[in-house]
Structures are given as C-alpha cells and as structure tokens.
C-alpha cells in the first residue's frame, strides 16, 4: 500500500483535468518534463476546480519507468508522470520502486 503523509497542502485552481498524483505546477497545471512542480495532487479533478496539492511531506505519484528507492526523480513527458532524474529538476526523491510505467509510488516531496 502506497502512503501519503502530508505535511503542507496548497490549493490550487486545475487548468486542466487533473488525476491523482501528478505533477502539478503552482498555477495548476500538469508540470512539464524537466520542469518544476508545486507538489502531487491528492485527488482528481475537473478542469476549474479546486485540487489540493501535496508540497512538502510525502506523496502519491505515478511512475514513468522503473525506479528505485532513494532515486531523485524528475517530470517526464506531459502527464506528470515522474522519472529518475538526469538533468532536470529534482521534485522528489522514491520512497519505494517503481516497476513500470503506471506505476504507484510514495515520494519525498522536495520543494523546487
């Protein structure tokens, strides 16, 4: 079972439909790859609405690829799917593995 342990929740407005555990920027929307992001979203929601955003604390979040425990990772692609980093920003750090794309992982929130 993935945890969650939430130290700081922000709101934010979703500039598109956003699904639990992706990256989402502080204007609400989807974090792009190598980007920054605010934190993880904590439940999905409609475009327009409210969605509360994990940014410190640890998170739910969805893999792109195979990852280890205690890899850094950054945003890859458009879905705020996470990867370990090479070159872009670090958003958090794997507090458990990822075997594949799709993937549920618990994450170490790390501001940026």
Known sequence: MIANTPILTLGVTAAATLAEGQAVTAGGA???????????VQTGVASGARASVTALGTAK???????????KLEVVGSAGKLVTATSGVVVAHALTAAGADGDWIEVLVVPN
């Open 30 to 40: 989807i974090a792009t790859a190598a980007g920054r992001c605010l934190g993880f």
């Open 61 to 71: 979040a969805i893999a792109s690829a195979a990852i280890s425990v205690g890899a």
